[in-house]
């Protein structure tokens, strides 16, 4: 398991969204691709989080992916390998090379 404090966590995070606001606010080319960037709803992207990652892959969650109904999906680093077992939708993001 992460063994970083959440303080240092939360100051890393914040020192990264920082670095890409000064960037942004600074640079006219990066404000215009940012700008330009369709929006998305912030649920969408943990919609694979709120469904367990770890849980077994069920007929709706597996829709989802292979219809890429998200342009992306927020994952994890924080797991033990022993958590990845096969039929989990995370063995199914990792591990189905039909999508591809």
């Known amino acids: 398991m992460d063994e ?3 303080l240092v ?3 890393c995070h ?3 969204k920082g670095v890409f606001e000064t960037i942004y ?3 006219k080319k990066v404000w215009e691709i940012w700008e330009s960037t369709p929006k998305t709803n912030a649920d969408i992207p943990h919609k694979l989080q709120f469904a367990g990652l770890f ?3 069920n007929d709706e969650i597996k829709s989802e992916i292979d219809h890429k109904s998200s342009p992306l999906y927020k994952l994890t680093w924080k797991f033990e390998e022993q958590d990845l077992k096969a039929g989990t939708i995370m063995d199914y993001l990792l591990n189905n090379d039909e999508r591809a």
């Open 55 to 57: 849980n077994p892959l």
């Open 25 to 27: 606010l600074s640079d």
């Open 4 to 6: 970083t404090p959440a």
């Open 14 to 16: 914040q020192n990264i």
């Open 9 to 11: 966590r939360f100051f």
